[in-house]
């Protein structure tokens, strides 16, 4: 549901839907455990924006 929810969001501030891919697991959920246990959301900022990135190039954005 989080990631439906981050999508609407980015999808409303017009980027495109944003894929996390299973090989991205181990580094989205070591962002995740840094954001919400470390309380620095850096490395999951970080993360997002490199596969928002990602996906806005796939779009041909």
Same mark, same amino acid.
């Given at each position: 549901? %989080?990631? =439906?929810?981050?999508? &609407?969001?980015? &999808?409303? @501030? @017009? /980027?495109? $839907?944003?894929?996390?891919?299973?090989?991205?697991?181990? %580094? /989205?959920? &070591? @962002?995740?455990? #840094? *954001?919400?246990? @470390?309380?620095?959301?850096? !490395? =999951? *900022?970080? =993360? !997002? %924006?490199?596969?928002?990135? $990602?996906?806005?190039? #796939? *779009?041909?954005?």
């Amino acid at each position: 549901m %989080a990631r =439906f929810l981050m999508n &609407a969001m980015l &999808a409303s @501030g @017009g /980027y495109p $839907w944003t894929v996390l891919r299973v090989e991205d697991r181990k %580094a /989205y959920l &070591a @962002g995740l455990e #840094q *954001a919400s246990v @470390g309380m620095d959301v850096k !490395l =999951f *900022a970080q =993360f !997002l %924006a490199e596969r928002v990135k $990602w996906s806005s190039e #796939q *779009a041909g954005r």
